[in-house]
Nanobody, 114 residues
Framework: QVQLVESGGGLVQPGGSLRLSCAAS???????MAWYRQAPGKERELVAG????????NYSDSVKGRFTISRDNAKNTVYLQMNSLKPEDTAVYYC????????WGQGTQVTVSS
């Protein structure tokens, strides 16, 4: 079973940026990956997805134009660059396969507040 470890979260002011990383213990090669987030009292939602070779990327409407998902298959790592952060982006961020088939990691907390 592949283990996922998310990192890079923190406290940032509105308008700021963060870069999240997700390191997988096994190969992510040929697997579409995604970032999800869960805000307090809300369901976990899909934020961004990326195809196995990175050629196709999709974003939720709420983050489109502000977030960028990328991957490094050689490092088994997926990234999420988050710019122009808003208070409503506050959540715990997780990565997983696009179909959410692997065990969830602990996530990384992102708090956007002045």
């Amino acid at each position: 079973q592949v283990q996922l470890v998310e990192s890079g979260g923190g406290l940032v002011q509105p308008g700021g940026s963060l870069r999240l990383s997700c390191a997988a213990s096994g190969s992510i090669f040929s697997t579409s990956m995604a970032w999800y987030r869960q805000a307090p009292g809300k369901e976990r939602e899909l934020v961004a997805g990326i195809s196995s070779y990175g050629g196709v990327r999709n974003y939720s409407d709420s983050v489109k134009g502000r977030f960028t998902i990328s991957r490094d298959n050689a490092k088994n790592t997926v990234y999420l660059q988050m710019n122009s952060l808003k208070p409503e982006d506050t959540a715990v961020y997780y990565c997983n396969t696009l179909a959410a088939t692997w065990r969830w990691g602990q996530g990384t907390q992102v708090t956007v507040s002045s």
